[in-house]
């Protein structure tokens, strides 16, 4: 249990890889709060967690407003006292087509969503950090920040400026304990792909197959296995880990 006792926070606590951090952070002995804007989604998924012997409450959070990001910190220290982790998993994926033909409205929530959401949780969390002398940020982020893909601009972009925040979260917060990581996640299997090939029609399923032959482990990443990833940088066997991007996509970008 690599996050025995360690309070985390977690947003973007839909349906995927948001949900399967949850119940995978508490089945490794963190005490999760759960965040989502969706009030029914979190209470059921903390009520699950609670039931199966773990521990989590839930705490709606819209990560485009400030108040509402401070307002989950101190959720989180008024149940255990601390925050140990924060996972920034919040996004909002602008309608797919190409970066010329994109709504700037849309780019412009992606960014505010993605980014600036990040950096509203980590300017709610890091004084806590601070006084505790320890703490771990892990911005979620995509392979499409590393291979471009059509359709992925605008979300690219917002997930590109979180790739800096983290670079300079870890640079600024030198000295104090609070570490501050990326992981990119790649293809991944779970319920928004399983309803992403369902819309392709009978091509859906030859769809699958394909970008499964393409990635070098034969498979599409299961997403409870891609969060194992974020376990271990929210954990101490990440100690001297900061500032780092983490590939996780099965092999399907390998950097240089």
Not at 158 to 165: D, R
Not at 166 to 172: F, G
Not at 178 to 203: C, H, K, Y
Request: a negative charge.
């Amino acid at each position: 249990m690599i996050l025995k006792d360690k309070v985390v926070i977690i947003t973007g606590a839909g349906p995927g890889m948001g949900q399967a951090m949850c119940r995978g952070a508490a089945a490794e002995g963190a005490k999760v709060v759960v965040s989502a804007r969706s009030v029914d989604a979190i209470n059921a998924l903390a009520a699950e967690i609670n039931a199966a012997g773990g521990e989590a409450i839930a705490v709606p959070c819209d990560v485009a407003k400030t108040d509402q990001c401070h307002a989950l910190a101190a959720a989180a220290i008024a149940k255990w006292g601390r925050i140990d982790g924060m996972v920034h998993s919040a996004y909002y994926h602008p309608d797919w087509g190409s970066i010329i033909d994109h709504s700037i409205d849309q780019v412009l929530q992606a960014l505010d969503v993605i980014a600036v959401g990040g950096l509203r949780m980590a300017q709610a969390v890091v004084p806590q950090m601070k006084a505790q002398g320890s703490g771990s940020i892990v911005n979620i982020s995509t392979l499409a920040t590393r291979k471009p893909m059509p359709g992925e601009g605008g979300y690219a972009m917002a997930k590109s400026a979180i790739n800096q925040l983290t670079r300079q979260l870890a640079v600024e917060l030198g000295g104090t304990g609070i570490r501050a990581n990326t992981a990119l996640m790649g293809w991944m299997d779970g319920v928004p792909l399983d309803q992403f090939f369902a819309s392709q029609g009978e091509a859906g399923e030859a769809f699958r197959k394909q970008r499964a032959s393409e990635i070098p482990v034969g498979h599409i990443p299961p997403d409870k296995d891609c969060a194992k990833a974020v376990y271990f940088l929210l954990s101490d066997y990440a100690s001297e880990v900061t500032g780092a991007m983490l590939d996780v996509n099965g092999g399907d970008w390998v950097a240089a």
